[in-house]
Every structure is written in structure tokens, then in C-alpha cells.
């Protein structure tokens, strides 16, 4: 059942009541702060709600960052900035910082961007939020010349620019310098688990979401250059091309062009239409209440189509007709073997219905009904495990928490009384599952639906 925005007006008008009373810098008159106060209601009225998030874009879709531009020759474009990274690190001086366009590098250390973490905007309740933690090229290059390394053009990879914005951005992998570590400790930088800081991204604040986005670019960019260190085709090493954005063999008999990899998984939500239920897997007896949607990897000469209906009959015995497509995510926190998956969500009606498990793929799949689906996302804590994650990071930037992974805070996402819950709004099966309850798409500017009309799910 969908919940207006104004049907508890007296649980929201206390909620107003408090953000107005709330002491801040903020004048409570002000655009910025009554921008702030609707923000606010519509996260309180969505997360106590049947409806799961609304998102403009999945989890790390929606990178601001264009890599290309038609000019070759305009200063944003990779080759171009290339030259200009190249010069700027051959000068002595950290002038040129005051230089157009600025360079702005982002340090990632096994895999784990750098973050800091901020109070709220205007010093409100809304509690900590991270976001990327960008060095200048030059402070890049003095924090790693005290610990004797150089830093060179070809270390660096180029991950775009911002289009209203005179700033080139890049990463840069310094996982083999642990002198680091202590020196942007002092400054409340900590290097964070992506994973960490996907549950911990507040997505109603769109630079959250945007950070995210270009942390998940950056981190699949490095870990495939970490993965594709020699050319398959001869086996000689590979180097930068395009500042970072492919690889080329440096054998000069060979030169094969080598492009960063993309590994497509399709996640499917099977429906059984005329009993209004799904069909929902659970993966794991540890986290025996969490379920989910079925997944599964696309094989050579089948279309994505065929990958459905074949995984569906593989892990679950039941076979599939139509096919709807809803949407897809990228996804840089999987196997260290995957650098980017490629996350390809659909909607999958069921022609049999008697369930016949794998149990080498999967620990159990059960039949759940609209009722049941639903309760469990209104019992959901979503927004509690967001807080809990950001309070952390928090924490982990000040010096105080030592852990770098919080993966118990995904077992908060659901009250007691939940039978069962599912995974989080970063995650494309969320988005499957709430969208077949409430008949309409949780992702898209203004919840669009996807071509196909969810209204007879």
C-alpha cells in the first residue's frame, strides 16, 4: 500500500516541528534549509513506509564524470591532459596548482578509496556523511616523495571531468606505500572499503550518491589494470594508453589493444502472475532471513534473454516464458577476479511452478506472496543501517574505529518481528523486488517506469 507524503500529518508535523526548533547557522527562512526540511520528510515518510527508496540512479550509476569529448585537442580531453599531468610533474615548484585546468587525484590503497567524513550540512541532526577525499597533484607528489617514490604520468589514471567545472580528476593505486596511512590519518582521511561506503552513502544527498559513483569508476579502472598486467595474446607485458582508460602490448610485433572488462551477471525476479507471488532464493543458511532474487552469469552465444530462462531452470527447475527488462547497475564490489560486473535486472514469468533446487548453487528458493513481500519492506531499517555505517566512518576517519570492513552492518537492515528482508537499496534485486510490489519503478528520475508498465506485475 502506497503512503502519501501528508498521510500521518501529525507524525510529520512533529518531525517539522523539531527540525525548526533544531538550533544551526542556518537561517530557518532560508531556501537552503526549507530545501533541507522537505529532503528530510520525504527520506522520514519513505524509509516508514511500505515503498522501498526511490533513487534517481542505482548505486554507482550516475558518474558525473565525462571521460570523452569530441575535440581531441581541448584541454579536458585524455590525451591532452595527459601532456599537461606530464609537463606539470616534470616542474619542481607546486605553482602550478593556481594553473588551469587544477588536477585533483583520488589515492585508492587495496582497492579501498580515501574518504573523509563530515557532520551534516549547516551543523543540523541529519548526522555524518562521507565523501571522497581528493589531494591536489602537487600535495599527491609530496606525500609520496617523503616515502622515496616518484610519481609518475603513467601511474595515474584518468577518470574525466566535471563539465561546469575547470578540474581534471584522477586515481592513482598507492597500496605498496604504507607511510601514507598515518600521514592523511592526521588530516581525517582513512582509506574505507567501497562496500563500506555504499551502505553508508545517504542517497538523498546527491553528492553522496555522485562520490559514489566516481569511487566505483575509479576502483574497477585500477583493479583491472592490477588484472590485465600481460597481453593474451603473446604474453609480453601491457602498458597505459589513453592516459589509463585502455592497454596496449608492448610487444612491437603485437600491439593488441587491450580495454577494460566487463563482466555481465543477469538478476532476475520470478513472477508466478496468476497466484500474485515470487520466487525468492536464499543463498546462505548463515543469513538464514535474507532473500533474494536469482543471479547468474551470461554464457558465450546466448542473449541475455536466454541466460534468464537457462539460470532460472538451472538453480530453481522452473521454467520461464516472457522476459522484461527493468534495468541495470554496475557493480565494483564483487570477486577480485571481476573488476566490474555488470548487474542486468529482469522480470521473469513463470510457465512451471514446482520448485527443484540446486543445492550447489543455491541454499533453498520458496514461493512468497505480495503480503508477505511486502510486510517484510515495511519492517525493513534501511535508513538505520545507512546511520549506523556512516556513524562508523565517522569514527574510522577521526582514528577511533581501527575496523576497515562493516560487514555486520548489512545485518541490520530489518527489525526482529521481520520474517525475512532483503538486501539494500544499493542493490539492483532491492529495486526488482519493490518495484513489483508497489506496480511501479523505485529508479528514474520521478520513479520513470521502465518501457515495459509494471501495472499488471
Not at 581531441?72 to 590525451?79: A, K, N
Not at 616515502?147 to 593505486?173: H, N, Q, R
Not at 548463515?286 to 532473500?291: A, G, N, S, T, Y
Not at 516464458?321 to 570477486?335: A, C, I, L, M, N
Amino acid at each position: 500500500m502506497l503512503l502519501s507524503l501528508f498521510s500521518s500529518s501529525v507524525t510529520n508535523s512533529a518531525l517539522i516541528s523539531s527540525l525548526l526548533l533544531t538550533p544551526r547557522r542556518t537561517s530557518p527562512a532560508s531556501p537552503f534549509f526549507l530545501r533541507k526540511v522537505i529532503t528530510r520528510v520525504i527520506s522520514f515518510c519513505i524509509t516508514t513506509s511500505t515503498m522501498s527508496v526511490n533513487l534517481q540512479a542505482h548505486a554507482f550509476a550516475g558518474n558525473p564524470l565525462r571521460s570523452t569529448i569530441p575535440k581531441p585537442g581541448d584541454p579536458f580531453s585524455p590525451s591532452s591532459a595527459l601532456e599537461t599531468l606530464r609537463s606539470r610533474l616534470m616542474e619542481s615548484t607546486s605553482s602550478n596548482q593556481l594553473i588551469s585546468p587544477s588536477f585533483q587525484v583520488l589515492p585508492f590503497r587495496k582497492g579501498r578509496p580515501l574518504a573523509s567524513s563530515v557532520d551534516g550540512d549547516g551543523g543540523d541532526a541529519s548526522g555524518p556523511n562521507w565523501h571522497l577525499g581528493w589531494i591536489g597533484l602537487a600535495n599527491c607528489r609530496g606525500y609520496l616523495a617523503k616515502s622515496g617514490v616518484e610519481l609518475t604520468a603513467e601511474s595515474l589514471v584518468f577518470l574525466g571531468f566535471m563539465p561546469d567545472e575547470d578540474v581534471v580528476y584522477w586515481a592513482i593505486d598507492v597500496s605498496s606505500d604504507n607511510s601514507l596511512v598515518p600521514e592523511l590519518g592526521g588530516k581525517r582521511l582513512c582509506f574505507v572499503e567501497l562496500r563500506t561506503l555504499m551502505v553508508a552513502a545517504d542517497w538523498t544527498d546527491d553528492r553522496a550518491m555522485a562520490d559514489l559513483a566516481i569511487a566505483g569508476h575509479a576502483r574497477a579502472l585500477l583493479e583491472w589494470h592490477k588484472l590485465s598486467r600481460f597481453c593474451g595474446s603473446c604474453g609480453a607485458n601491457t602498458v597505459p594508453a589513453e592516459a589509463g582508460r585502455r592497454k596496449q602490448c608492448s610487444n612491437e610485433t603485437c600491439k593488441a589493444r587491450v580495454y577494460p572488462r566487463i563482466d555481465p551477471v543477469v538478476i532476475m525476479l520470478v513472477i508466478d502472475k496468476e497466484n500474485d507471488r515470487v520466487l525468492l532464493s536464499r543463498q546462505s543458511r548463515f543469513v538464514p532471513r535474507m532473500w533474494s532474487c536469482l543471479a547468474g552469469f551470461i554464457e558465450p552465444g546466448e542473449s541475455l534473454e536466454e541466460a534468464v530462462r537457462r539460470e532460472t531452470f538451472e538453480e530453481a527447475g522452473i521454467e520461464v516464458g516472457e522476459v522484461v527488462y527493468h534495468s541495470s547497475q554496475p557493480w565494483p564490489v564483487g570477486p577480485n577476479s571481476m573488476p566490474c560486473q555488470l548487474m542486468v535486472g529482469f522480470f521473469a514469468y513463470a510457465k512451471t511452478l514446482e520448485i527443484n533446487v540446486d543445492k550447489t548453487e543455491l541454499e533453498d528458493a520458496e514461493w512468497h506472496s505480495r503480503e508477505e513481500v511486502q510486510k517484510a519492506l515495511s519492517l525493513a531499517e534501511y535508513k538505520k543501517a545507512q546511520t549506523t555505517a556512516a556513524a562508523k566512518v565517522e569514527q574510522m576517519c577521526k582514528g577511533v574505529e581501527k575496523g576497515q570492513s562493516l560487514s555486520a552492518d548489512f545485518n541490520v537492515e530489518s527489525g526482529e518481528l521481520a520474517p525475512m528482508f532483503f538486501p539494500g537499496p544499493f542493490a539492483i534485486a532491492h529495486h526488482l523486488i519493490s518495484s513489483w510490489v508497489n506496480g511501479k519503478s523505485t529508479i528514474g528520475v520521478g520513479g520513470r517506469q521502465p518501457s515495459t508498465s509494471l501495472s499488471n506485475l
